[in-house]
């Protein structure tokens, strides 16, 4: 049944990024198109994955969703910034905040690499009707990448509810954080993608909103 769920959560991916194509005036937010790739990418391996079965391919195109997640995903700490300055926080418009920005990207990037994907060992996992590959062990050390990534984003979403009264990205965040609980009570691997799926919507959401003010209004510097 979840291999139907994540091929729907594909389409949904590649309709979201439509939009965000038709919608988005290009600004530098426009870094989360890469961030929904990398999503379009992982959903459709869990989707397609029993049509290849156990094997070699399937085993190589599993570690290309580790590659890209770890690559990838810490974009969201840049895209985090790129909101504010689009949003004319002045805090963000200083060269040295860009700086500070650029580093933890970097550095959640290459976290991830030490933690994760240097000692990586697949091993297959069928459950729920997906044939996949994921880690043989434990990460060996704390999800420093993600917590990177989440503080930024909430960062953000915090700031702009606060000078902007947006509330949609810290929607996105909290709905992901309770969400989460549903894992437990519902049997099956999709819903950390369904939380997934919210949490892009409202940061395209996000994206489209402040690329077109930055566009349309003077730089208000508070």
Do not use: C
């Not at 961030?35 to 990418?41: D, E, R, S, T």
């Not at 650029?102 to 044939?131: H, P, Q």
């Amino acid at each position: 049944m979840d291999q139907y769920i994540f091929g729907f959560f594909a389409l949904a991916y590649v309709a979201l990024l439509i939009w965000g194509f038709v919608k988005h005036e290009k600004t530098p937010s426009s870094i989360l198109f890469i961030v929904i790739l990398a999503l379009i990418y992982d959903n459709t391996i869990l989707a397609v994955g029993h049509l290849f079965g156990e094997g070699e391919t399937l085993r190589m195109l599993n570690y290309g969703r580790f590659l890209l997640h770890a690559v990838f995903t810490p974009l969201l700490i840049l895209f985090s910034l790129f909101v504010l300055k689009e949003a004319n926080i002045r805090f963000a418009q200083k060269p040295w905040v860009l700086y500070v920005f650029s580093g933890l990207t970097v550095a959640a990037m290459i976290a991830e690499y030490f933690f994760m994907l240097r000692n990586l060992t697949l091993k297959v996992d069928n459950s729920y009707g997906v044939v996949s590959y994921t880690s043989a062990e434990s990460a060996s050390g704390p999800p420093l990448m993600i917590i990177l990534v989440v503080l930024a984003l909430l960062f953000a979403s915090i700031v702009l509810v606060w000078k902007r009264k947006w509330w949609w990205m810290l929607i996105g965040i909290i709905a992901m954080a309770l969400g989460s609980a549903l894992s437990l009570l519902i049997k099956s691997n999709a819903i950390p993608n369904a939380l997934e799926l919210i949490l892009s919507f409202t940061l395209m959401l996000t994206a489209i909103h402040f690329s077109k003010s930055s566009k349309r209004e003077p730089h208000r510097f508070y």
